[in-house]
Nanobody, 115 residues
Framework: VQLQASGGGLVQAGGSLSLSCAAS????????MGWYRQAPGKERESVAR???????IYADSVKGRFTISRGNDKNPLYLRMNNLKPEDTAVYYC??????????WGQGAQVTVSS
């Protein structure tokens, strides 16, 4: 199973983008899912995660601006990003912990926020 993040792009500070994560095949039962990002020269960091309880966990830097949501089997994950800041510039990756297929990582989507 392959995941593909889409919806990235170039936006001015204060703007919004929505990311989607699509799966090439059924991902089956899922434990945790989340969005991660990696900026140039920095380590990959967690942006937002959601488990089976449905309670989202956000990085402090994005709280109040980003919203993670679960979708369906073929489009399992979304991320709505509002009030974007230049420091949000990074490649964003979706991650799915599938009970049947293990850890799945998507191809990244570039998000660039200009000041």
């Amino acid at each position: 199973v392959q995941l593909q993040a889409s919806g990235g792009g170039l936006v001015q500070a204060g703007g919004s983008l929505s990311l989607s994560c699509a799966a090439s095949r059924s991902i089956g039962l899922v434990n945790n899912m989340g969005w991660y990002r990696q900026a140039p020269g920095k380590e990959r960091e967690s942006v937002a995660r959601v488990g089976t309880s449905g309670t989202p966990i956000y990085a402090d830097s994005v709280k109040g601006r980003f919203t993670i949501s679960r979708g369906n089997d073929k489009n399992p994950l979304y991320l709505r990003m509002n009030n974007l800041k230049p420091e949000d510039t990074a490649v964003y990756y979706c991650h799915v912990q599938s009970l049947g297929r293990g850890d799945l990582w998507g191809q990244g989507a570039q998000v660039t926020v200009s000041s």
